[in-house]
């Protein structure tokens, strides 16, 4: 089973649309994909799982991200400031958790993290297209691929975002030892709309090789809720 097609069979959510996603149009080249405005917000409910010694511990919490300033960096463009906050509940405060900052040039969406930059997006879209999200890091080389370009989706919410794109970032389909799957989904100008890291080692005792028994790992869902502009 190819990868673009696993993706398609778990995103069981997003509804193909009629335009052919093949056909680059000079007129849009993604930036609505990658919305940089102050005041910008987006909350999402977050499931995590973590396994150690075949049991899984799940927490279920909500994150919210907002754009809150904006500067003029050194090579002329703009770089934005994120904050993000998490709480257990919609009951509960948020509480501030860390800050990102992020840049959109003509040819490259990239978000910061610490210190570490990393390529989220590559201008002009196109179907298929590779890129090393590591490339402005010294980290290892990461190939991401754009795919299923605007498709609709719907949010966990049940709101239908009419188009959006899916970065696969890593899907080794390694369904016997170490499963690794990243990937995040990209609402016309409302940003990551889903976002899921799955890191799983599994048994690979004689007695239990390929019954993908989870050994240890992690699982991150992080679903759009809610979304708006101060």
Not at 63 to 86: C, H, K
Not at 150 to 174: K, P, R
Request: charged share 25%; net charge negative.
């Amino acid at each position: 089973m190819t990868r673009r097609i696993y993706i398609s069979l778990i995103l069981a959510v997003c509804l193909a649309c009629q335009s052919d996603e093949n056909a680059l149009d000079p007129s849009r080249p993604g930036y609505n994909f990658f919305p940089l405005k102050v005041g910008a917000w987006n909350i999402y409910d977050v499931e995590e799982i973590t396994y150690a010694s075949q049991t899984g511990t799940s927490a279920n919490f909500q994150l919210r991200t907002e754009v809150v300033d904006s500067f003029m960096n050194q090579a002329g463009g703009i770089t934005y400031i994120l904050y993000e906050w998490e709480r257990e509940s919609s009951a509960d405060e948020w509480e501030f958790v860390r800050t990102l900052n992020s840049q959109r040039t003509g040819t490259q969406g990239v978000l910061t993290e610490g210190n570490t930059p990393f390529l989220k997006l590559s201008f002009p879209l196109q179907a298929g297209k590779t890129w090393d999200g590591n490339a402005l890091n010294t980290l290892q080389d990461d190939e991401y691929e754009m795919d299923s370009l605007f498709h609709e989706y719907v949010t966990a919410a049940g709101e239908t975002i009419a188009e959006t794109l899916t970065v696969i970032q890593e899907d080794n389909e390694d369904f016997t030892v170490n499963l690794i799957r990243r990937f995040e989904i990209y609402g016309w100008d409302i940003g990551v709309v889903y976002r899921e890291e799955t890191d799983l080692n599994y048994c690979i005792e004689e007695d239990c090789i390929g019954q993908q028994i989870v050994e240890s790992g992690r699982e991150f869902r992080q679903s759009l809720v809610e979304y708006g502009q101060n």
